[in-house]
């Protein structure tokens, strides 16, 4: 059995990640700049003050989704081995069922051989049909395991390609642009930062 299997726990890196990026976007607090935007906040500065925090924030989420992305591609990579190990334990369930079938032929037929020699055998076919029983459960923990991760990642898939770059270029209108209350930019912004922020909870929660 591949090594990597006894050391990754992948699921629990990839929520433990989506969790820190939502515990970040949490954080962010537009309301909050935009409440330094007026002529006071111009006045005295804080205006600039709180559109550079807000990006600081920004870059914060980006690096973020960088550990939840290797996390991810972690748990891409031992999901190819859960898969591989399942045949190839699949197929030794398939050998073993044949030499335990085996075996239960010749110990049927085993009447005048010697005690100690078909007791020996016995022995030797518990531990095999022990085997075969472990293995069993093996592979519906492997199957268990790929069904979440394969979830997992497609969750990942939509926040990769969708949801984060949405958020990313509704927040770099913000940055660039004249954000005001209740203008199309902000709104748009809220919104992304709110679909963002419930998908990642439901793969904090997988």
């Known amino acids: 059995m591949d090594s990597n299997l006894l050391s990754s726990a992948p699921a629990r890196d990839i929520r433990a990640s989506a969790n820190e990026l939502i515990e970040m976007l949490e954080a962010v607090d537009l309301q909050k700049m935009l409440r330094k935007q007026g002529l006071i906040g111009r006045f005295t500065g804080s205006d600039v003050e709180a559109r550079l925090e807000f990006e600081l924030s920004s870059h914060r989420v980006a690096d973020l989704f960088r550990q939840l992305s290797r996390a991810a591609h972690g748990g891409g990579r031992i999901r190819e081995i859960l898969d591989r190990t399942r045949l190839e334990l699949i197929d030794e369930q398939r050998r073993l069922a044949g030499v335990i079938s085996d075996a239960k032929l010749l110990l049927s037929r085993s009447d ?32 268990l395991s790929a069904g979440v991760l394969a979830s997992l990642l497609d969750r990942f898939t939509d926040i990769e390609t969708l949801l984060l770059p949405l958020w990313q270029r ?29 998908f990642l909870k439901k793969v904090g929660q997988e």
Request: charged content about 20%; glycine content about 4%; overall charge neutral.
């Open 112 to 143: 005048g051989s010697d005690p100690a020699l078909v007791a020996r055998f016995e022995r030797r076919l518990a531990n095999i049909m022990a085997m075969e029983a472990a293995n069993t459960l093996t592979i519906q923990q492997i199957e």
């Open 170 to 198: 509704n927040a770099l209108a913000i940055i660039h642009g004249e954000a005001k209350p209740r203008s199309s930019v902000v709104t748009a912004f809220l919104d992304a930062h709110r679909n963002l922020i419930g």
